[in-house]
């Protein structure tokens, strides 16, 4: 593989402190939402998202991840009603005592309505290994790659 | 330049009583994502290293017992020529679909 001039814009010492202190302020806003508006949102801001997640670093460049974005009703239904069954034995019956009492704080339960409301679905996939034309090829730091993938974000 | 060195804690440890961490890989690896996306918003450059195994980095660092390396990241100026490998990204439909 050839290299390549890096393409980069130093920043002053100033606007580097400034810009790290925003983006903390940023994400620190950032929480974990359950209660969902039905509002929808513009598919071209989902796949900049996306895209920007397809950006991470991987184990030898392998990018060993799929983005399913789902819009469809009846698809996002099936998937709740997929995750109910899942979530449903898990807390009656799989879910050590220890693991529910960890959860105790946050009210969840089973139902999962959420997966209805939202507009948009992101299912993340890894890839275990490569697959072209029936073969296997190896992939590297799987796991790292796409938790990492994940955690890429596109805020200003 | 700086090495920032993230460990995984594999389950919480507290006066020598251990406690149940969860998705403990996912957490981490999100937690990498934001600090690489943050390193790039401050003007600056990574390497996301993983140098195999990783075992002697908690030895230096003098880890509990319950942390595992995870990655390790030198960060800073890039050097006047740097260069970088010319990649071929995968395109939107290689990554992605809408259904």
């Avoid at chain 1, 974005?69 to 899942?86: H, P, Q, S, T, Y």
């Avoid at chain 1, 073969?135 to 799987?142: A, M, R």
């Avoid at chain 2, 006066?15 to 990498?32: L, P, R």
């Avoid at chain 2, 942390?67 to 290689?94: C, H, M, N, T």
């Amino acid at each position: 593989m050839s290299d390549k001039k890096l393409q980069y814009t130093p920043l002053s010492e100033a606007d580097m402190a400034r810009a790290s202190e925003d983006f903390l302020t940023v994400m620190r806003l950032r929480r974990t939402v359950r209660d969902f508006s039905s509002r929808d949102i513009p598919i071209e801001v989902v796949k900049n998202i996306v895209s920007t997640a397809a950006s991470a670093p991987s184990g030898a460049n392998k990018e060993p991840w799929h983005f399913t974005i789902v819009k469809d009703a009846g698809v996002k239904r099936k998937i709740r009603m997929g995750a109910e069954i899942e979530e449903k034995a898990f807390y009656k019956q799989k879910a050590p005592d220890s693991w529910l009492s960890d959860l105790n704080k946050f009210g969840t339960d089973w139902h999962k309505e959420f997966l209805e409301e939202a507009p948009f679905l992101i299912i993340v996939f890894k890839q275990v290994y490569d697959l072209n034309n029936g073969k296997k090829f190896k992939n590297y730091y799987v796991n790292e790659s796409v938790g990492i993938a994940c955690g890429l974000d596109n805020s200003i | 330049m700086d090495l920032i060195i993230v460990f995984k804690q594999v389950y919480d440890l507290n006066n020598g009583k251990k406690f149940k961490n969860y998705y403990v890989n996912e957490s981490v690896g999100i937690a990498c994502g934001l600090l690489i996306t943050a390193i790039h918003r401050a003007g600056l450059v990574s390497l996301t290293h993983t140098p195999s195994p990783m075992g002697f980095l908690e030895k230096i660092c003098e880890r509990p017992q319950n942390e595992r390396a995870f990655l390790l990241l030198p960060i800073g100026y890039p050097a006047k020529d740097a260069v970088v490998p010319d990649l071929k990204k995968k395109q939107y439909s290689e990554y992605a679909n809408i259904i």
